[in-house]
């Protein structure tokens, strides 16, 4: 092969690596790769496990459908969290206080503090809990029906077999001899024990309201003692006293701690309704200002004048605590908004979660564009 004059060959200053050096560059290259990819967390890590279980019923499918159900959610999330912008005094002093009648549904979930299974009460019993079983009643504790088999207990040697029995829920009358239920006695499926519903609520002196009694060869007995006992008599006229709410000495305050809560509710529900209309439509909340009244003050609170306008109700809150300043309440501030967006968009993704879970298969887009600061921003489609 010939060259110009002057010219150099080109493989002349070459250095050709082994055939060994190149397997050994590539293992090294793959070790790299291995690494780096074990340090990157999953797709199943960026999603939660705690959401909520699908709906059998396949409703959730249709997110647009479910819209109001997270509204109502989002509700029930604001009244558990502190209400700094703007909670009165009397209403977060006396919240405990009031009897939550308004649920019904009743779980074994130990920490659900309305499960109907005693053994998975908490040992501290908040006031509320006191108050909401007082007035629903022992119905839904008892558990007189449930399978005993799993408290049955072998005595002397496998002689004689010992277990909870429907029997013991009832008493006989010594003068009338008529059977009578023993509403107070309890079965906790969960501890396999008998508990005393009056003392568990109101104290746990004895055996029925602390661990529970599991003696089965001298249960009857211990049943017996315990009814007649004064430590078993004293919670029993607590809880009647509990139940009946116009025997309370706090009454009026209850009232008015329960007016107030629903006038709250009612102005979360209208900002709830405003939040989620903004945001299925894209538009933007805040303007340059937060003044009522102001054509600056952003859609958000352009909506809700708008509303007031044939609301009679809302047009009243506004004229009473728009504008008031900070310290004051409102719940129209865009704190208490961002507050409501965070928890819709948290409901949202468990919705979008469940969804997926639900889903045989599913499809992932991922994608990324940098902003105008230059700082990608990342989108994961399902």
Not at 111 to 119: A, K, Q, V
Request: net charge negative; charged share 20%; glycine share 6%.
């Amino acid at each position: 092969m010939s060259y110009a004059s002057g010219g150099q060959d080109p493989d002349k200053n070459r250095k050709h690596v082994s055939g060994a050096a190149k397997c050994k560059a590539k293992e090294q290259r793959a070790a790299q790769e291995r690494n780096l990819l074990s340090k990157v967390p999953k797709i199943s890590t960026l999603f939660s496990s705690n959401s909520s279980a699908p709906n059998p019923s396949g409703e959730t499918s249709d997110l647009d459908a479910s819209s109001s159900s997270i509204s109502v959610d989002v509700l029930a999330d604001v009244q558990s969290q502190h209400h700094d912008d703007g909670a009165s005094a009397s209403s977060t002093t006396v919240s405990e206080t009031i009897p939550a009648t308004e649920t019904s549904v009743t779980s074994n979930d130990p920490s659900d503090p309305h499960s109907c299974d005693l053994g998975l009460w908490p040992d501290n019993i908040s006031n509320s809990m006191r108050e909401y079983w007082a007035t629903k009643g022992s119905s839904d504790c008892s558990n007189s029906d449930a399978d005993f088999s799993a408290t049955s207990t072998l005595l002397e040697g496998g002689k004689y077999k010992r277990q909870c029995q429907k029997s013991m829920f009832t008493y006989t009358h010594q003068l009338t001899k008529e059977q009578h239920p023993r509403t107070w006695l309890c079965y906790s499926p969960s501890q396999h024990a008998l508990y005393c519903f009056a003392c568990k609520l109101m104290t746990d002196v004895s055996v029925f309201g602390k661990q529970g009694c599991s003696d089965w060869k001298h249960a009857s007995q211990q049943i017996s003692r315990h009814e007649r006992s004064s430590n078993h008599q004293q919670p029993m006229v607590q809880v009647l006293q509990c139940s009946d709410a116009n025997s309370r000495v706090d009454l009026e305050l209850v009232k008015q701690t329960k007016t107030e809560r629903e006038y709250w509710c009612s102005v979360l529900e209208r900002a709830v309704e405003t939040i989620r209309l903004l945001g299925e439509r894209g538009l933007a909340f805040r303007g340059s200002d937060e003044v009522v009244g102001s054509a600056k003050n952003g859609n958000y609170l352009g909506v809700l004048e708008l509303v007031a306008k044939f609301d009679p109700f809302l047009a009243q809150h506004i004229k009473l605590h728009a504008n008031k300043g900070r310290g004051h309440t409102s719940y129209l501030s865009k704190t208490i908004c961002e507050e409501l967006i965070d928890l819709m968009g948290n409901r949202v993704l468990d919705h979008i979660i469940s969804e997926v879970k639900s889903a045989k298969y599913f499809s992932v887009s991922v994608d990324s564009t940098p902003n105008v600061s230059h700082a990608d921003q990342l989108t994961c489609i399902l």
